[in-house]
């Protein structure tokens, strides 16, 4: 005897109808959230999307500019962004300057490009965290890697933030000595620190100690030394200083904390990337472009401009090796650390002449 199947209830098969459909709108909608068509029908990804009300804060810059060969110096200060109006309050080695200045029309691409008005040179890029920025520029000969930290309101410090071991990247330019330095700081919870595994573009290698303070806006002062300035992120895992070098040069200096647990593989840079440097000594200029890295860690460079007038793509591809530690290294020098977020690379190197030295910045694109 064969079993006839009983229909479905109307109210089953409505329910059924209506779970397909949302599985199938819960899909489509995935995919339409991650990808879009430019104007040039390219498919982006778009799971970041910027727009001006990222920029309207208080942003801690730090800076370094190179002058002419063999001479630089830092700027610091605040750049205070309302609507479309940007407002600095900088300080130089020789004094304040520029306290009252403003300028109009900043605006923010979705991709994270910032586009200033007044200043066509510039290339800066916003992070996809949305609290850090990344540009350089020139104006009146004079190079400038632009470093912006974003004040996050209700974000409060203390010296028990900087207890642990931090990655230090610093580019030196002017005075009696101009080149790179990396190594390890190690802090207590009361800001006391130990640098060691110092490296210096010289070859000399020293280890060195000294004491933090930091204020509870995240301000750090330094004792002995009325130039230094610096500030930590929001997520007090990255500090960017200035200070005047004992030579009498600007350095700029990086420290990225060292996060315990974090293990790092090469595939981790795979992807686009915001390239920013800069260059002191014997040759000067900042330059932008993009890195593009495959899984095995080969990146191929792309629109490249030097902010001296040159241009140039795909200058060959670099392998770059990463350690399970979150070491980056290539070629003869380079060595960079990559963020525990494994969305920012800082590193330094030497040019190809041997003459110069630069600090590299990578920030990864969405």
């Known amino acids: 005897m064969t079993k006839r199947s009983v229909p479905e209830s109307c109210p089953k098969r409505c329910l059924k109808f209506a779970l397909q459909f949302i599985g199938l709108f819960l899909i489509l909608t995935t995919i339409f ?3 879009k068509n430019d104007d040039n029908n390219n498919t982006t990804n778009t799971s970041v999307i910027y727009s ?9 810059r730090h800076s370094l500019v190179t002058v002419a060969p063999s001479n630089g110096y830092w700027i610091y200060g605040t750049s205070l962004i309302n609507a479309n109006t940007v407002t600095l309050n900088l300080t130089l080695p020789s004094g304040t300057w520029d306290t009252s200045y403003s300028a109009q029309d900043i605006s923010i691409a979705q991709n994270g490009i910032i586009s200033l008005s007044y200043d066509h040179v510039a290339s800066t890029y916003m992070s996809s965290d949305k609290n850090f920025i990344v540009g350089t520029t020139k104006r009146m000969g004079e190079y400038t890697l632009i470093i912006d930290q974003k004040n996050v309101s209700n974000t409060n410090y203390s010296l028990a933030d900087l207890q642990g071991n931090w990655q230090i990247h610093d580019l030196v330019g002017g005075g009696g000595w101009s080149g790179w330095v990396h190594g390890l700081a190690t802090f207590d919870n009361n800001g006391n620190f130990t640098m060691n595994n110092v490296v210096k573009s010289d070859g000399s290698t020293n280890a060195s100690n000294g004491k933090f303070s930091i204020a509870s806006t995240g301000n750090i002062t330094i004792n002995g030394d009325s130039t230094f300035n610096g500030f930590m992120s929001s997520d007090k895992q990255l500090m960017v200083t200035n200070m005047t070098d004992g030579g009498g040069g ?10 315990a647990g974090t293990t790092y593989s090469v595939a981790d840079l795979q992807g686009t990337w915001q390239l920013h440097d800069l260059l002191v000594g014997s040759e000067n200029w900042s330059e932008h472009g993009i890195m593009t890295i495959d899984a095995k860690g080969n990146g191929i460079i792309s629109d490249m401009v030097k902010d001296n007038g040159g241009t140039y793509n795909n200058p060959g591809t670099i392998t770059i090796t990463l350690t399970s530690g979150g070491i980056a290294t ?6 960079g650390f990559v963020s525990a977020d494994k969305k920012t690379v800082f590193g330094t190197r030497g040019d190809d002449s041997g ?6 910045v990578l920030q990864k694109m969405p």
Do not use: E, P
């Open 52 to 60: 001006i009300a990222d920029l309207q804060a208080t942003w801690q």
């Open 330 to 335: 290539f070629g003869t020098d380079y060595y």
């Open 355 to 360: 003459n110069a030295y630069i600090l590299v």
């Open 250 to 259: 600007g350095s700029l200096g990086i420290f990225q904390k060292v996060t």
């Open 33 to 35: 959230s991650c990808t």
